[in-house]
């Protein structure tokens, strides 16, 4: 049987499925990611495609001899806690597909390659795009290195359970020279392509993004032996908070600031927190911006951690500015693909990180439900092989011109 994109997807649908959240949790170099791997490294070698393992733990597929000026596509496996199924798969499967499609039609010139990035998500060392983050020099190894995940254990160790050298993680410039142009295909994280019934656009930019821990320090104490007015809560203060980054997103157009995940210590329903760390998410289409939002919510932060006695912290964890991609590609992609639409996007991708040393473009395929980093997440079968087509398509452009 021909694989399509939804063949392949099929095959890998029952790995790190997650009861509990629902969706799939594939964390980088869990037990699922790293079957996910190996489905990818078959499938690459039964094309005859040279499969090799980068000191970052990029997986690399190369039909031809790796040179420069390659032309590269691909996308990442890992996933967020209960997410999707196509947010990274469809572009590695539709990868694949477009790989077989080039090679039907004779297509040959540049040397080819899918690249498969780990750790795009962020969620387990919380670092977004720490592969390419490392691949390119944007992240320093001794940083990356020191990263613990849940359970305390440090990205160092994860690289080393997995078989890398961590003393090799580390910028690659060999790596990233060879990469001519690179062409991410992605699931659209929105609803643009519903509103113009259309199944795959062009990338135009990315809003600048980052991820910042705010640390409110209280007093643990006994939720029954403690009076009320004897508390110094840290939980309290940062219930609030949240309401707080809600309305100061509000009131800047175009902003989005999420708190997504609250971490209280030691974390016991019976036990006052100690701390509690608030993970926030901030993005707006201008750096500057997003900079503003975030020093009103650490001022806020702290005026709400003082009225419950506590104290507040900030530490911006990352940060990804603003991404505009190249624009000659992205005319020429629209040209090839028959005046796609040209969409922004609120996600933050390989692509971005890369997009700062080679020439870089996404497409996004229609999602019908517009959601995304969650199991609602989807792509119906023809509008993923549209967009397979649309990658080929696309690759053989940048192949043979
Ligand atoms: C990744 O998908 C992100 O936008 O955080
Ligand atoms: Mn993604
Ligand atoms: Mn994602």
Aim: glycine share 12%; proline share 5%.
């Amino acid at each position: 049987m021909t694989d399509t994109v939804t063949t392949l997807l099929a095959e890998i649908a029952d790995i790190g499925t997650d009861p509990h959240r629902g969706g799939y949790s594939r964390p980088v170099y869990s037990d699922a990611e790293h079957q996910l791997r190996e489905w990818f490294i078959g499938h690459a070698a039964n094309r005859g495609l040279d499969v090799q393992t980068d000191r970052n733990g990029v997986l690399w597929a190369w039909d031809g001899t790796p040179g420069p000026g390659a032309i590269v596509t691909g996308s990442h496996l890992d996933s967020v806690p209960g997410g999707g199924a196509f947010d990274g798969p469809l572009g590695v499967a539709s990868a694949l597909i477009a790989f077989d499609q080039l090679t039907a039609r004779g297509v040959t010139g540049r040397p080819r390659a899918i690249a498969v990035f780990p750790e795009e998500e962020g969620s387990r060392f919380g670092r977004a795009c720490l592969g390419s983050q490392l691949m390119t020099g944007a992240l320093a190894p001794e940083r990356a290195l020191a990263l613990t995940d849940g359970d305390g254990t440090t990205f160092a160790e994860a690289c080393a359970a997995a078989g890398l050298d961590p003393a090799h993680v580390g910028a690659d410039p060999d790596s990233l020279a060879r990469i001519g142009t690179f062409v991410e295909l992605h699931v659209e994280q929105g609803r643009g392509l519903i509103d113009l019934g259309e199944p795959v656009a062009v990338a135009s930019s990315i809003l600048g993004h980052g991820r910042w821990r705010i640390s409110i320090h209280g007093e643990g104490n006994h939720a029954g032996a403690t009076l009320m007015a004897d508390r110094r809560d840290p939980m309290v203060a940062a219930g609030k908070l949240v309401v707080a980054v809600q309305a100061i997103a509000r009131e800047t157009p175009e902003a989005r600031a999420t708190v997504g995940r609250l971490e209280p210590v030691p974390g016991g329903t019976n036990v006052i927190a100690s701390r509690v760390d608030v993970w926030l998410d901030v993005r707006h289409p201008e750096d500057v911006v997003v900079h503003a939002v975030v020093e009103r919510i650490r001022q806020a932060a702290c005026a709400l951690a003082a009225e419950e006695g506590c104290e507040a912290s900030v530490t911006e964890e990352s940060y990804s500015p603003t991404v505009d991609f190249d624009a000659r590609l992205r005319d020429d992609l629209v040209t090839v693909l028959g005046g796609a639409p040209v969409l922004g996007t609120g996600a933050g991708h390989d692509a971005g990180v890369l997009k700062e040393h080679v020439r870089t473009a996404m497409l996004f395929v229609r999602n019908p439900t517009g959601v995304s980093h969650a199991p609602n997440e989807h792509v119906e079968a023809a509008d993923a092989e549209a967009g397979a087509a649309a990658l080929a398509d696309s690759l053989e452009f940048l192949i043979t011109r």
